[in-house]
């Protein structure tokens, strides 16, 4: 099996896979309880909150644990009040979970930003801005392209634009990619599962919790922003995860640079459209054959076990078209033969020439 499908999720590393079973004896305990193990379970769960505090450079609380970085960006749109500002300004590529939310929410009026760099600046976002503007959601690495947006300088000008407007982040695909700063974001989402923890737990960061009201009610688990009992496996997963994929991250960096170079010359030899913008992290990247529609090869490489896809494993079912591709205003015939390849530090160049390989026998046979 060649997996080259990171962006999607990550496997678990095994190192946690093996502890789990001790940690999920001796502190199954519910931290709600009173009596001693549950006292020090509690302890523990918190413990895991300050590391990742800690890795983010933030306050303990002001990390609040979620189920997914999904039901995060929810809490985060759908739990803020809109009377006196009811804008939300949005990017068009930003992950369903964002966009979608945003969508669904009818209080709100919402502007979508478009790119055709691919990226977005203070200067796209700009002319939206108005007395009504109370949200604007900017992921900081997008999951199709890799693009990368300085989010935190680009909230930073926002903030000098109008103080009260607050700005949200999905940062899902960014840790240990590109470097993370929260001065001047007000909320910002990570999960696990991408990063070789387990799935169904998140981080969510809530600069002023006051601003928001839980969508669960309940018992009042996570400052009472996120009711029920605490997944405290999940949360020791997220650490180690977090920790492992920093030391690996930042040990490989330089060897994923040249992968990707290495794709950029094998897309540009055989003419493939790159769709990945120079300002990307190098651990994504998108391109177009226009030989064959994405669903062809994807399956093709799947018959010879290469795993890849052509965009985000979460929208491939509700959205049809990749919203990054088309906001790029890309012809139909680049975003219909669009492929992603996400790497991982162990990711070798043997396996990105044996995935062109099996790229060439694809377009040789059916192209
Ligand atoms: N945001 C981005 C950029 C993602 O890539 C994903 C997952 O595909 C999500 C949000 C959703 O994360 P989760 O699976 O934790 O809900």
């Known amino acids: 099996m060649l997996y080259l499908d990171y962006a999607a999720t990550y496997p678990v590393y095994s190192d946690i896979v093996h502890n789990l079973h001790d940690i999920v004896n001796k502190y199954f305990f519910n931290p709600s309880s009173l009596y001693e193990p549950a006292i020090i379970t509690k302890r523990f769960y918190e413990n895991q909150r300050i590391a990742i505090a800690n ?28 009377k006196g500002r009811n804008k939300i300004i949005l990017w068009g590529a930003e992950h369903a979970c964002v966009y979608q939310c945003v969508l669904s929410c009818s209080d709100v009026k919402s502007a979508t930003l478009e790119s055709y760099k691919g990226y977005i600046t203070y200067e796209d976002i700009k002319p939206y801005i108005d007395r009504d ?25 926002i903030k000098e634009c109008d103080k009260e407007i ?57 400052f009472g922003l996120r009711s029920g009992t ?13 920790e492992k994929t920093k030391n690996i991250y930042y ?39 226009l030989k064959l529609p994405s669903e062809v090869v994807i399956n093709g490489l799947s018959e010879r076990g290469i795993y890849v896809s052509n965009g985000s ?23 219909n033969t669009s492929i992603r390849v996400s790497l991982h530090p162990s990711t070798k160049l043997d396996d990105i020439n044996e995935f062109f390989n099996a790229l060439d026998e694809i377009i040789y046979i059916y192209g």
Request: proline content about 2%; some cysteine.
């Open 55 to 82: 890795y983010l450079n933030v306050k303990a609380d002001n990390i609040i644990f979620t189920s997914s970085a999904t039901e995060g960006a929810n809490l985060i749109i759908r739990g803020l009040n809109y």
């Open 230 to 242: 605490e997944n405290v496996l999940g949360a020791y997963a997220m650490v180690e995860a977090m």
């Open 251 to 289: 040990a490989k960096h330089k060897h994923i640079i040249d992968l990707n170079n290495c794709m950029r010359n094998m897309c540009n030899s055989r003419n493939y459209i790159i769709n990945s913008p120079e300002k990307s992290v190098p651990y994504i990247f998108n391109f177009s054959t």
């Open 133 to 157: 503007v109370k949200l604007v959601c900017l992921m900081h690495v997008n999951n199709e392209t890799g693009a990368t947006n300085d989010i935190n300088e680009i909230a930073r000008k």
């Open 313 to 335: 494993a979460c929208s491939s079912k509700s959205e049809s078209k990749s919203r990054i591709l088309t906001s790029m205003a890309l012809d139909d015939e680049v975003i």
């Open 166 to 222: 607050l700005v949200f982040s999905d940062m899902v695909q960014s840790f240990a990619k590109i470097p993370v700063k929260l001065d001047n974001i007000d909320f910002a989402t990570f999960s696990a599962h991408k990063i070789g923890g387990l799935r169904g737990i998140a981080a969510l960061y809530v600069r002023n919790k006051n601003l928001l009201k839980p969508l669960i009610a309940g018992g009042g688990q996570e």
